[in-house]
């Protein structure tokens, strides 16, 4: 009886080893990813574009099966914007997230969607970039070596300042205001009457903090993310641009990809577009309101004196856009 027992359990022992390596055998091995990619970003971790970066990155995962594998590197650690679009060009980074000012220093016709208030309202940006001149834009990034993805959003740029609040268009004479490194931004601050100069995003504080510069210009939720209103209390809301921001990808790299795969970035890179203007809405006023518990003094402007900023930029318009009027009024007119 012993000896049956010590046989049964011997024969089912030889099964478990059996059929743990026939396991072990079949069991497809985790493979390492084709492509390991990385993305830049220059904002900080919890950031919604940089969450967009991640989940763009987590469907990518999920959809290639791990074959394309992307590391996102936020806060600005592969590069300012104009030092990540050369490294994008020839393929060193193959992801990022971009202003769109900052691509239209190298492709001018982009300057036309950038104008200073040109759009009513958020939903009037977004009915013109998710349509036919939306869609038509990102393609002419190809001639400058990216490969157009998605439209992200950035919000409403307004300015800030250090010692007086920004009241009326003669407030900004004898001021000296950071602008992102754009000809046109720059242009336009100094159609307003102030001195602009081009500074890193990461060096405004400091140079805010030490009166280098009297003021800058940018949305709620940078403004709140960099704590510019330590130093800068006074925000002015005139919301006088509304810089979409592009993901786009190296053109070299894409075109190394299948068109099976270039579908499938290109739709995760929609779909995280969706999922970042989402949670832009919650970051913005989430934003307002900590800058506001911390003593930011909020200035609007009236209707009146937003027309005044409105009708100094009529040179503006022609010098950086005399060949599009016809598409500016059809933008105007939607």
Same mark, same amino acid.
Request: hydrophobic share 40%; with cysteine; proline share 3%.
């Given at each position: ?106 492709? +001018? &016709? %982009? ?10 309202? *958020? @939903?009037?940006?977004?009915? $013109? !970039? ?113 810089? +979409? &921001? %592009? ?10 990809? *299948? @068109?099976?795969?270039?579908? $499938? !970035? ?69």
């Amino acid at each position: 009886m012993n000896k049956k027992l010590i046989l049964s359990w011997g024969v089912f022992a030889i099964m478990v080893i059996v059929a743990t390596c026939l396991f072990f055998i079949t069991k497809k091995p985790e493979e390492a990813p084709e492509y390991v990619l990385f993305y830049a970003e220059n904002q900080t971790a919890d950031y919604p574009t940089t969450l967009g970066a991640l989940r763009f990155a987590e469907l990518v995962q999920e959809r290639t099966g791990g074959r394309i594998h992307i590391i996102v590197e936020s806060e600005a650690k592969l590069g300012s914007e104009s030092e990540v679009l050369e490294q994008i060009k020839y393929g060193g980074i193959a992801f990022a997230r971009v202003s769109l000012s900052q691509i239209a220093e190298q492709a +001018p &016709e %982009m300057n036309v969607l950038q104008l200073p208030y040109l759009y009513r309202d *958020s @939903e009037h940006m977004w009915r $013109i !970039l998710d349509g036919e001149i939306g869609e038509e834009f990102l393609k002419k990034v190809s001639a400058y070596g990216y490969t157009g993805l998605s439209w992200y959003d950035a919000g409403a740029r307004s300015f800030y300042s250090v010692e007086k609040p920004i009241t009326c268009l003669e407030d900004f004479q004898g001021m000296t205001i950071r602008v992102q490194e754009s000809d046109m931004m720059a242009d336009m601050v100094e159609a307003l009457g102030a001195k602009a100069v081009k500074i890193a995003y990461s060096s405004v504080y400091s140079a805010l903090q030490r009166h280098t510069i009297d003021g800058a210009e940018n949305n709620w939720p940078s403004y709140e993310a960099m704590n510019h209103y330590e130093v800068a209390p006074y925000f002015t809301i005139d919301e006088h641009t509304r810089v +979409p &921001e %592009m993901q786009i990808c190296s053109a070299s790299i894409w075109e190394q990809l *299948s @068109e099976e795969d270039q579908e $499938i !970035l290109r739709k995760c890179a929609r779909e995280s577009a969706e999922y970042e203007r989402e949670l832009w809405k919650d970051r913005e006023e989430q934003s307002r309101q900590t800058a506001i518990a911390n003593g930011t003094c909020v200035i609007s402007l009236p209707t009146e004196e937003k027309e005044r900023f409105r009708k100094a930029m009529s040179n503006l318009y022609e010098t950086y856009c005399s060949d599009s009027a016809e598409l500016i009024k059809k933008i105007m007119e939607q």
